[in-house]
Each structure stands twice: as structure tokens, then as C-alpha cells.
């Protein structure tokens, strides 16, 4: 077990920076629970009844090609990362999936889930995001289900609207697919995970109804305490899973009158105000941007929250749905904070300068882009880098304040394989023991 120098800086994290210039996540309007009726002071706040619920972190794996690596080592580093967030006794790994820019070299999250799914026995797996804009909501169904009832309930899809990239040119399904197309592609998705027999008759899609076929519903084979602990393998000492629970993650879906959902939980990555209320009309949990700070975070909340009240759901309903937001963040682990923020400034830059730079629009549109090295100081900034105390101190000032208690913090930041897995080693064993 890696220890903490004694020499260790133990202050908090210092205040947070505005965001640098260009598209943030911070255009919420003001807003009103009920036309006419000003929020309350706790709705403002987005706040709830204070919560006993876990902090729980997860690993963000984006498979980052960073300058001078190939595809296969990229790939390989997110692989192993899972393995060792495991092995650390985190609660879950997020996977991310792009096309055609080497900022991440997955291009089906799905599908590197289904890998990680096997080459592990207790830790969730999810995707962060599944894009829906270039996807067909049946084939990505399908595929869901599989891995929901194949793993014993370990998958959560996330789903998110992804951007107007060349890449619907590629797959065909243009740019309405990705400015007009996601509420109909979102409830056919989860007409197919909630279902029997499903047709649909919109604009995207039309077809004839016909079955569902692995149905996500059906009751789930549980693995017993043994396998669940991974004490009938040969693989040698495994360390107790701090976080991960025979139920974490299930039910995380309500119906309006309350009920869990059965089937695989499925968050939905929200940028926008739109996304926002979406999400909320729904019943499903958000999935908040690395670039959101605690009073961007704040700002959806509110937002999530009047949507939810105005579609006719209460109170405890909005604290179980509450849990399951995941806020994706950065982390990274050292012995004084000023080293940790040399790693990711060493790094990170040019990974986005060279992985962002080669988004291509889909029809030409001028794109802004964040200075890489601000973006960076900006991240470092609103997330757990530092100390290991200052980590933990990071994480739970954020879920005290917000009230969001699930983390994906991106651990490759900097770009070498074993420095990653070494910075998970330490979330594992020095930062999360400070979250009990």
C-alpha cells in the first residue's frame, strides 16, 4: 500500500476559479417550480434534507490517445485501469466512446463494456455516454440487456446526445438526429428496455411491433456471497470491495408513482437546460460534464428539480433519484498538491490541444475551443487533485454542497499507463478510507 509522506500537505483545496472563455455549462435560467410561484430558498439551492448516503467514486476511462501513444497502448491502459479500479475497491468504471479524434479511441463504449464486464466480478460498469445521436435506440437496447442480465445487474447505460461531429454524416443519421432527434430516440430506448413487444411510429423510426428479445426485465441471477467476494477463483488475494454493494445502482429509475424500474439503470449526460428537464420528465438521473463546478452543478439541480416537481413527483422521490447523479470530475493523487497539478499540466494540454482539436463539424459550423493549459489549471481547480486529503476533502465539500454523491474522476490525466494505475491504487487506498 502506497503511503502518504509526512510531509503532505493537508490544507483544502483552494476556492474555484470561474470558467475560462468559451461554451460552459453555466446558461441556466432563472426558474419558477410552478408558473407563477417563485422557488423556494430550498429549491434555489437545489437542496435537500441532509443525506447519509455513501460517497461513492468511480473510475472515468476515456481510452485518451495521448501524443506519441498508439491506438492499442491507449486502449490497453483503460483495460488495465479497470482491472486495478477494482482491485482498489472502487465502485464503478466509466467508459466513453468517440469517433474519428484521438481524444478517446473507443468508439463503443457498449462494447469495452462488455469486455470489462468479464474480465471483472464485483465493481459496475458503465458508459459515459452512449451516444444516442448515431446509435439506433433498438441495437443499443438490445446490447443493454444483454450485458444487464448477463453481469447480474453490474451495467448502467448513459446515454447522452453526443455533438454535431462529422460523425452523423458517417453513420447517417444527420444533424436532426442531433438537434431535434433525442427525446424520440431516448423513449424508444427505454420502451425497449421496459418492455415486451415494442413498434414505434415517429419520425426517426417506424416499424411493426415485434418482441423484445433478451427482455432487460426478467429477474436477475444473483451470484453467490462467494463469487461476489471472488473467493472461488485462483486468482489470489482480493481485496474487499469498500464501495460496491449487491444493489448499488439498481432501482435507480422511478416510475411517477415511485416504483423502481427493473431493467438496467440508465443515466443521461446533461449539458443544457433542455437535457436537464428531459432527464427529469423521464425519471432518470444526470450525468454532469468535468467542466461543471459546484454552482454549475447547483444550477441543474434546480432546474432537475422544478421539472420534476412540475411533472407531479414528490419529495422522497427526487431524494432516491437524487443518489444516483453522478458528477464526472478529475483526480489526481499525490503527495503535494503542486506535483499532482505539474503531472496534469505536463500532460493534459497537449492530450487537448491534439484529441479536441480534431473534432470535425458536421456541417462546417465554427467550433470555439477552450485554451488548452487554462482548461487544464480550470479542472485541476474544481476537482480532487491534491493530497489525499485533499481529495476526500474535495469530494465531500462537492456532495455536502450539492448533494451529489457519485463520482467518475478521470484518472488517466497523465497519459502513462502506470502512473494511472497508481493513481487509482492511491484513490483506493488513501482517499477513499476518508470517505466512510
Same mark, same amino acid.
Given at each position: 500500500?502506497?503511503?502518504?509522506?509526512?510531509?503532505?500537505?493537508?490544507?483544502?483545496?483552494?476556492?474555484?476559479?470561474?470558467?475560462?472563455?468559451?461554451?460552459?455549462?453555466?446558461?441556466?435560467?432563472?426558474?419558477?417550480?410552478?408558473?407563477?410561484?417563485?422557488?423556494?430558498?430550498?429549491?434555489?439551492?437545489?437542496?435537500?434534507?441532509?443525506?447519509?448516503?455513501?460517497?461513492?467514486?468511480?473510475?472515468?476511462?476515456?481510452?485518451?490517445?495521448?501524443?506519441? &501513444?498508439?491506438?492499442?497502448?491507449?486502449?490497453?491502459?483503460?483495460?488495465?485501469?479497470?482491472?486495478?479500479?477494482?482491485?482498489?475497491?472502487?465502485?464503478?468504471?466509466? +467508459?466513453?466512446?468517440?469517433?474519428?479524434?484521438?481524444?478517446?479511441?473507443?468508439?463503443?463504449?457498449?462494447?469495452?463494456?462488455? *469486455?470489462?464486464?468479464?474480465?471483472?466480478?464485483?465493481? !459496475?460498469?458503465?458508459?459515459?455516454?452512449?451516444?444516442?445521436?448515431?446509435?439506433?435506440?433498438?441495437?443499443?437496447?438490445?446490447?443493454?440487456?444483454?450485458?444487464?442480465?448477463?453481469?447480474?445487474?453490474?451495467?448502467?447505460? !448513459?446515454?447522452?446526445?453526443?455533438?454535431?461531429?462529422?460523425? =452523423?454524416?458517417?453513420? $447517417?443519421?444527420?444533424?436532426?438526429?442531433?438537434?431535434?432527434?433525442?427525446?424520440?430516440?431516448?423513449?424508444? =430506448?427505454?420502451?425497449?428496455?421496459?418492455?415486451?413487444?415494442?413498434?414505434?411510429?415517429?419520425? &426517426?423510426?417506424?416499424?411493426?411491433?415485434?418482441?423484445?428479445?433478451?427482455?432487460?426485465?426478467?429477474?436477475?441471477?444473483?451470484?453467490? *456471497?462467494?463469487?461476489?467476494? $471472488?473467493?472461488?477463483?485462483?486468482?489470489?488475494?482480493?481485496?474487499?470491495?469498500?464501495?460496491?454493494?449487491?444493489?448499488? $445502482?439498481?432501482?435507480?429509475?422511478?416510475?411517477?408513482?415511485?416504483?423502481?424500474?427493473?431493467?438496467?439503470?440508465?443515466?443521461?449526460?446533461?449539458?443544457?437546460?433542455?437535457?436537464?428537464?428531459?432527464?427529469?420528465?423521464?425519471?432518470?438521473?444526470?450525468?454532469?460534464?468535468?467542466?461543471?463546478?459546484?454552482?454549475?452543478? +447547483?444550477?441543474?439541480?434546480?432546474?432537475?428539480?422544478?421539472?420534476?416537481?412540475?411533472?407531479?413527483?414528490?419529495?422522497? &422521490?427526487?431524494?432516491?433519484?437524487?443518489?444516483?447523479?453522478?458528477?464526472?470530475?478529475?483526480?489526481?493523487?499525490?503527495?503535494?498538491?503542486?506535483?499532482?497539478?505539474?503531472?496534469?499540466?505536463?500532460?493534459?494540454?497537449?492530450?487537448?490541444?491534439?484529441? =479536441?482539436?480534431?473534432?470535425?463539424?458536421?456541417?462546417?459550423?465554427?467550433?470555439?475551443?477552450?485554451?488548452?493549459?487554462?482548461?487544464?489549471?480550470? =479542472?485541476?481547480?474544481?476537482?480532487?487533485?491534491?493530497?489525499?486529503?485533499?481529495?476526500?476533502?474535495?469530494?465531500?465539500?462537492?456532495?455536502?454542497?450539492?448533494?451529489?454523491?457519485?463520482?467518475?474522476?478521470?484518472?488517466?490525466?497523465?497519459?502513462?499507463?502506470?502512473?494511472? +494505475?497508481?493513481?487509482?491504487?492511491?484513490?483506493?487506498?488513501?482517499? +477513499?478510507?476518508?470517505?466512510?
Amino acid at each position: 500500500m502506497t503511503k502518504t509522506s509526512p510531509r503532505a500537505e493537508t490544507r483544502r483545496p483552494v476556492g474555484v476559479r470561474p470558467p475560462a472563455p468559451g461554451p460552459v455549462l453555466t446558461t441556466v435560467p432563472p426558474l419558477t417550480a410552478v408558473a407563477g410561484e417563485p422557488l423556494t430558498a430550498a429549491q434555489r439551492t437545489g437542496a435537500l434534507p441532509p443525506d447519509t448516503a455513501p460517497v461513492r467514486v468511480g473510475a472515468f476511462l476515456l481510452s485518451a490517445q495521448f501524443p506519441g &501513444q498508439t491506438h492499442g497502448e491507449a486502449l490497453e491502459r483503460t483495460v488495465r485501469a479497470a482491472v486495478e479500479a477494482e482491485r482498489a475497491g472502487l465502485d464503478s468504471v466509466w +467508459l466513453a466512446e468517440h469517433h474519428f479524434v484521438p481524444y478517446g479511441v473507443c468508439p463503443n463504449a457498449a462494447t469495452l463494456a462488455a *469486455l470489462l464486464l468479464g474480465r471483472t466480478r464485483r465493481i !459496475g460498469v458503465g458508459t459515459a455516454v452512449s451516444v444516442l445521436s448515431t446509435s439506433h435506440p433498438v441495437a443499443l437496447g438490445e446490447q443493454a440487456a444483454l450485458l444487464h442480465l448477463t453481469s447480474g445487474g453490474r451495467f448502467t447505460l !448513459g446515454v447522452g446526445r453526443g455533438g454535431p461531429w462529422i460523425d =452523423l454524416d458517417v453513420f $447517417g443519421s444527420g444533424v436532426d438526429a442531433f438537434e431535434n432527434g433525442f427525446p424520440e430516440r431516448l423513449d424508444l =430506448l427505454l420502451r425497449w428496455l421496459r418492455g415486451s413487444r415494442v413498434g414505434a411510429d415517429g419520425p &426517426q423510426f417506424s416499424f411493426p411491433e415485434v418482441p423484445v428479445v433478451p427482455q432487460a426485465t426478467e429477474s436477475l441471477r444473483r451470484p453467490g *456471497l462467494g463469487s461476489w467476494l $471472488g473467493l472461488d477463483e485462483p486468482s489470489g488475494p482480493v481485496r474487499f470491495p469498500r464501495q460496491r454493494h449487491d444493489t448499488d $445502482g439498481l432501482g435507480a429509475e422511478l416510475t411517477a408513482a415511485g416504483r423502481p424500474v427493473a431493467g438496467p439503470p440508465v443515466v443521461v449526460a446533461c449539458t443544457s437546460p433542455g437535457g436537464v428537464r428531459l432527464a427529469a420528465e423521464r425519471g432518470l438521473p444526470m450525468l454532469l460534464g468535468m467542466h461543471s463546478g459546484d454552482d454549475d452543478k +447547483l444550477r441543474m439541480l434546480e432546474l432537475y428539480r422544478a421539472a420534476w416537481l412540475a411533472a407531479g413527483r414528490g419529495e422522497e &422521490q427526487l431524494r432516491r433519484i437524487s443518489r444516483q447523479h453522478v458528477a464526472a470530475g478529475v483526480a489526481q493523487v499525490d503527495d503535494r498538491a503542486s506535483q499532482a497539478r505539474a503531472t496534469l499540466l505536463n500532460a493534459m494540454p497537449g492530450w487537448f490541444e491534439y484529441g =479536441l482539436g480534431a473534432h470535425r463539424t458536421v456541417d462546417g459550423r465554427e467550433r470555439k475551443m477552450r485554451d488548452p493549459h487554462q482548461y487544464t489549471e480550470l =479542472l485541476c481547480d474544481l476537482h480532487a487533485v491534491g493530497t489525499p486529503k485533499q481529495c476526500a476533502d474535495r469530494l465531500l465539500a462537492t456532495a455536502e454542497r450539492t448533494g451529489v454523491r457519485r463520482f467518475a474522476l478521470l484518472a488517466e490525466g497523465s497519459g502513462d499507463r502506470e502512473a494511472t +494505475l497508481h493513481n487509482i491504487a492511491r484513490l483506493g487506498s488513501e482517499v +477513499l478510507p476518508q470517505l466512510a
